[in-house]
């Protein structure tokens, strides 16, 4: 059978998961306005905390099926991605519902939408890397700034930037809980078959490391709504997901 | 509701449709391997035929309810597309099913799928254009050249040339019927919903104009077996798009 | 010898000229700041009239050297440009200067810059085109409206649109005279050569066809003062450049 | 005055030097044909023994006077560089002349053109990255594979790949001496100046990091004659460039 773009598998656009995922971050904390982020927020999810982030990463992901493809095609194995994420719970369970996240290669797209998250298809994500080796860079350190923006056609739909202020530990950063999502596959005509179902992404070996902590600031979507930072933090991470659970009754 | 990259709307990935088409194509009709194009093209497509199409295009397209793009986001009203068609059947209809389609554009790659093309996304497709005005290039006429490709990471997974000899008209372009697709979007976990739908497109409004007819070479994916040009042409087309009619009893 | 990126020839990344051009122009003429637009255009060049163009095209170029890569390499010979121009005099003899000139490929970027252009690359140029075949599109017309944006990293530096009212004549469009430029190739050490030279581009074969007037409006850099859009223009145009003449005494 | 995209300044496409460098390099050493590499290397720069570098590499690089665009314009501190170097010599002076080295943003393409290095612009150029906190993925250790590749239009013009066997020290990696460059801005016209001039880039504050060493294999432009690979390497490198120095007597 022919590899569909969606089936995954090894002349398909995402290969077989679980997948693995190394990233480096630049996060703004912020509120939005919680009438705003109700409309963003897909039922069955409730937002009760206008609290949100924003962030912009590069990411190091591999499928657990096809880790060699770091050497063998590291153009599938490495993207940008910018997001914006709203706390929510369900059925009492706190979490996270990233109303939209933009990536910059096809797989990350694909494979994103099919687990559940709203995807889009950046032009372009920058942000900042301090290399230890450049003569005219220092190492991070108390008041080193970071910034990174992300481009879509004639739009800047997120920039940010982060001024550090102090090392700080993986608990220092704000925990949301759950990442929620919603898989859909719309008709496109009569009779057709579709999918409409909230889930919650199946995420394992979580960790966190090289946390430094400050201040933000952020031009995003207007969707939000008036956006008041919180506060921001650099860091990497580390994660695993193996897919996504249905929290359809 | 928030707008989901896959439900039509206006922050979505994708307008809500119909799309109209109008396209400017280098095709080269060949035969491929029969047994080859059958591993190719799923069931209950059939092939009974080794006849397929390799093209390049460039592709202007609006949604009936947004044509006011063209000229406020032109950057969503354009893109290429490189793809390769096989002829087969369904039920006794003959049409033609694309086991792959590449294209430069988010909001194509996404509507497509819905649509049930199997469509991919290219880093870049580039074909042969003729400037009337250019003093260093003289208008199409016996003898023509043109060239196109579709380059993906490492690979060129197409590459296409048509030398044209004579103008023609859209009957002497080969007929395949109707156009038959595969809406998929499979399980990432237990519990899940999903779709695998054989569909064909629902197309109208079709019109085809400046036919030049010639010969034609092309190198593609190797899964299509050994390829035997038979001819090429240039042509402009237009259609449009509605959805695609679920095949499924 | 080996091929320098601007020595022209095979292995370079440009072809030996004259160079052949055919281009589609969306086009809005408009006022800026006398003062602003005498601090972007170099001596020897006078500014007295704050009369300037800004545009978006799509530009089909061959070297006459090497017409056939529109078949073999057609990605050397399509690419966006976007520029903005200033009407200034040399000697008494009437022109134009483009402070600026974003484009789309590193052959364009390279000779223009020979040529005395100062040209810079842009990530992306969007621009409105009208295919005769789309169902959904409307041949031009009065109140037929046109736009374009060129976006470099996170800014915009030129975006426009224009609505034409009329067919017109190439009369119709404002003349500027001569084109001039810079080349210059400074140090960046002691005892290195350098260039520094005004020049008059060596235009020929010019021909104007398909024009519409109208009126427009306008987006750019700050640099141009406050702007003030005379008329809008869409045109079809072809020229022949076969290099630069010095304007140094 | 205006800014020329050659003349360095705020708002050129090129800052004013010095320029840092931090870089990650993938390196394949290799023996390329004599005779072919003489064609490859311009007078008066010597070739006398066909050793040459293959590499693919992510460099961090600010200029001395905007080392904060790290965080306001990452995008103007971030590119890839592909490129051959051929050992050489000039005044019985050991060195290293690039004929080619490609790159992925416009200002370092036209900063090395200026420095003196034969710069072209890549489509695109992967390599492989590890992420320390990826689930997936080991820390470096031997048997490590590593690979790069640069594309450009439809073609291919450099593939590498490393197999890491054991740690080593900056002392492991071959050394070639001085880098060479060839600065050249050649007429248009009659009565143009024009500049062609070997150099010697000035280079300061090299340090070299995390080097591990193995075997490797590459594929890269034909005119470097058959190659024969020696080893392959994987390190990070940190250097000051401030200009080129003349060799014209």
């Not at 599938?76 to 929510?88: F, M, P, S």
């Not at 966190?208 to 506060?231: A, F, M, Y």
Request: proline share 8%; glycine share 10%.
């Amino acid at each position: 059978m022919p590899d569909h773009p969606l089936v995954p598998g090894s002349t398909s656009a995402i290969e077989k998961g679980p997948w693995h995922y190394g990233a480096d971050y630049i996060t703004v904390y912020f509120r939005g306005e919680l009438e705003a982020l109700r409309r963003l927020v897909p039922a069955p999810f409730v937002v009760d905390d206008p609290l949100c982030m924003a962030y912009v990463c590069e990411i190091v992901s591999v499928a657990d099926s096809a880790a060699d493809m770091v050497a063998t095609r590291p153009d599938r194995t490495i993207y940008q991605e910018a997001a914006v994420g709203v706390k929510c719970g369900f059925n009492g369970k706190a979490g996270i519902f990233f109303p939209v996240m933009w990536v910059t290669t096809e797989w990350s797209l694909l494979r994103g939408i099919l687990n559940g998250y709203q995807k889009r298809l950046a032009d372009r994500i920058s942000m900042t890397k301090l290399h230890p080796l450049n003569p005219g860079l220092k190492a991070i350190s108390p008041g080193a700034r970071f910034g990174g923006f992300c481009v879509k056609g004639p739009e800047q739909p997120l920039s940010l930037d982060v001024t550090v202020e102090r090392a700080g530990a993986p608990s220092d950063l704000p925990a949301f809980g759950a990442t929620f999502g919603m898989r859909r596959f719309p008709k496109t005509g009569e009779g057709q078959e579709s999918v409409d179902e909230p889930v919650e992404i199946t995420k394992s070996n979580s960790r966190v490391s090289d946390v430094w902590i400050g201040n933000g600031s952020l031009r995003t979507t207007p969707e939000v709504g008036k956006t008041q930072p919180l506060s921001g933090a650099v860091y990497r991470s580390g994660f695993t997901i193996s897919g996504s659970k249905s929290l359809k009754e």
